[in-house]
Antibody
């Protein structure tokens, strides 16, 4: 069974750096074609794609947030980590990680973790 | 970046009716890498359709996807009470993945 679970702080202060961890099971990120992505959703708003890392350690970022994001993986721990610098109240959102197999879209999602940015 | 525009913003229908949701891309979507997701309040999105027309595992056959290039459609043939939710399209054929703004399907 494939599962993903996001973890990280529920509250961060403006200008701080957010670090989120996606811990997954049921697949290996070293398998050809496998990817993990981060997506966020502000309250009451649409989904926004943030970043993706693939089995070959290639990384892709949203153009609008590229300068603030870093995605990395630890294959031995089955984890993908996203850092976002210089947090602002507009970054308040539920952050999801999801699995993608090339060509198959985001087939399995984590439950999401709500992050509030406030002083 | 490919911009996806979904219409209508809100669709009001009754159970048993047919729903047609549209997703238009600002440029051609590579290899028909277009997906549809359903999201209910307080839940993560659920993949319904990938590759424009392939149903994901466990998705009922009343859900179907069609289209290519820049115009795509999600059709729900006969609405069940559990189908009332928000639906998003997504393109994943470029290095910049994008989502549409969503269509809210509400009970009339």
């Amino acid at each position: 069974q494939v599962t993903l679970r996001e973890s990280g702080p529920a509250l961060v202060k403006p200008t701080q750096t957010l670090t989120l961890t996606c811990t997954f099971s049921g697949f290996s990120l070293s398998t050809s074609g496998m990817c993990v992505s981060w997506i966020r959703q502000p309250p009451g708003k649409a989904l926004e794609w943030l970043a993706l890392i693939d089995w070959d350690d290639d990384k892709y970022y949203s153009t609008s947030l590229k300068t603030r994001l870093t995605i990395s993986k630890d294959t031995s721990k089955n984890q993908v980590v996203l850092t976002m610098t210089n947090m602002d109240p507009v970054d308040t959102a539920t952050y999801y990680c999801a699995r993608m197999r090339i060509g198959d879209a985001f087939d399995i999602w984590g439950q999401g973790t709500m992050v509030t940015v406030s002083s | 970046e490919i911009v996806l525009t979904q219409s209508p913003g809100t669709l009001s229908l009754s159970p048993g009716e047919r729903a047609t949701l549209s997703c238009r891309a600002s440029q051609s979507v590579s290899s028909s890498y277009l997906a549809w997701y359903q999201q209910k309040p307080g839940q993560a999105p659920r993949l319904l359709i990938y590759g424009a027309s392939s149903r994901a595992t466990g998705i009922p056959d009343r859900f179907s996807g069609s289209g290519s290039g820049t115009d795509f459609t999600l059709t729900i043939s006969r609405l069940e009470p559990e189908d009332f939710a928000v639906y998003y399209c997504q393109q994943y054929g470029s290095s910049q993945i994008t989502f549409g703004q969503g269509t809210r399907l509400e009970i009339k």
